[in-house]
């Protein structure tokens, strides 16, 4: 038996009662005598069974396992300060906590590159992953930047996958479409105008260059009354053209307008060669918007009414769910059902009967109707039980 085993077996009979200190604190190889463990036991603040040995591992890569100690404390978790961990702990145990400290370390750096790699691979994956799906959105770009106001025909390609960005596609060729249209319809808008305001211009140039050239020949009274009349169809058409653009750019008035009292109004104030009948209902239709431009939808509708018809003129207006329904009808020669829509086209004039002759500056529908959209309401052409022609507006009633 070696000197410590005699040293261990000596403090296990010193100190009956507590049994298992011995292992608990180090094994057969601990390098004390008898006497100097005795002396550690009788100077402990607690008996030598109660004391357990704590490894002060630590998690840094970079710690030296040489520097890795014990640390001492009783059952109760009170630490013990009084015992060396040099002398008490054995090679052995030593040695074991030199390789698990350095295992640790080999094992933390691993972890370490692993975690570095794993976040780099995950890093490319999102990069591929979200390349792929910004491809096409980058390619919308692309033709979007280069579509020119010379050349609105272009549109994006649709993607077969990934339905956001084909919703993305389909939305920005809607927008294309409308903007082509209404580049289309400026365009056209304004050779229109442009033509209309030359024919008379051209036409009183060449009355008063007539005029002119021949003095004694000509009637001066006739030629200022043809100048007259021509000056005023200039200045009708610059106000309908004025008009035109203000409500493509602004919207109406909030005001709330009588329909009832601005039908009979208009009725009763206006000058017409025919019988106007006037049906109406019998209490207020009340509608939010400007009274201006309500008058202005009216007198167009019948001004192009009284321009068509042979003898009567009907104003009819009635409420069904919560809308004022305002309807036009004259016994005139009316619209073939193909030339309903095209009738609201500026500048429009469908056949003889609506030639300049008429006074006519082809704008007074494309108005009232500009009008009716602006009060989010509707205008259209509608079948005449009698065969005449018929225009019948929509308005939502003020709430």
């Not at 409500?247 to 039908?263: E, G, I, K, N, P």
């Not at 020669?333 to 500048?347: N, T, V």
């Amino acid at each position: 038996m070696t000197p410590g085993d005699v040293a261990h077996e000596h403090v296990a009979t010193a100190g009956s009662g507590m049994s298992g200190c011995v292992e608990r604190v180090a094994s057969t190889d601990v390098p004390l005598s008898a006497e100097e463990l005795m002396g550690r036991v009788a100077s402990s603040p607690a008996p030598l069974a109660d004391i357990t040995l704590i490894p002060q591992l630590s998690l840094l890569p970079w710690t030296d396992p040489e520097q890795v100690t014990f640390r001492f404390t009783s059952d109760d978790g009170r630490p013990l300060s009084r015992f060396d961990p040099v002398r008490v702990v054995s090679p052995g145990q030593r040695a074991r906590l030199v390789a698990a400290q350095r295992s640790l370390n080999e094992q933390v750096v691993l972890l370490g590159y692993g975690a570095v790699l794993l976040i780099a691979l995950f890093a490319g994956i999102a990069w591929v992953a979200t390349g792929r799906v910004l491809r096409p959105v980058e390619a919308i770009r692309r033709e979007v930047a280069d579509i020119t106001e010379h050349d609105l025909t272009r549109r994006v390609v649709v993607p077969r996958t990934y339905r956001e960005l084909a919703d993305l596609a389909t939305t920005v060729n809607a927008t294309l479409n409308r903007l082509q249209t209404a580049v289309e319809e400026n365009r056209r808008f304004i050779a229109d105008a442009s033509h209309e305001l030359r024919s008379p211009i051209a036409a009183l140039r060449a009355e008063l260059e007539i005029a002119t050239a021949h003095p004694d020949l000509a009637d001066w009274p006739a030629v200022v009354d043809g100048a007259l009349l021509d000056t005023r169809r200039l200045q009708q058409l610059a106000t309908d053209l004025l008009l035109l653009s203000r409500l493509d750019h602004s919207a109406a008035d909030r005001d709330v307008v009588d329909l009832t009292a601005l039908v009979q109004d208009e009725v009763v104030h206006r000058r017409t060669r025919h019988a106007v009948t006037v049906d109406l209902t019998g209490h207020p239709a009340p509608v939010r918007g400007s009274r201006a431009l309500l008058h202005r939808l009216l007198g167009n509708l019948l001004d192009n009414a009284e321009r068509h018809a042979t003898s009567a003129v009907t104003v009819r207006l009635t409420v069904k769910r919560a809308h004022a329904v305002l309807d036009v009808l004259d016994d005139g020669p009316g619209i073939p059902p193909q030339d309903r829509e095209r009738a609201f086209d500026r500048f429009t004039r469908l056949d003889d009967a609506r030639t300049r002759d008429t006074g006519g500056t082809g704008l007074g529908l494309p108005i009232a109707r500009r009008i009716a959209t602006t009060h989010h309401g509707t205008l259209h052409a509608t079948d005449h039980p009698t065969g005449g022609a018929r225009f019948t507006a929509t308005l939502p009633l003020a709430r």
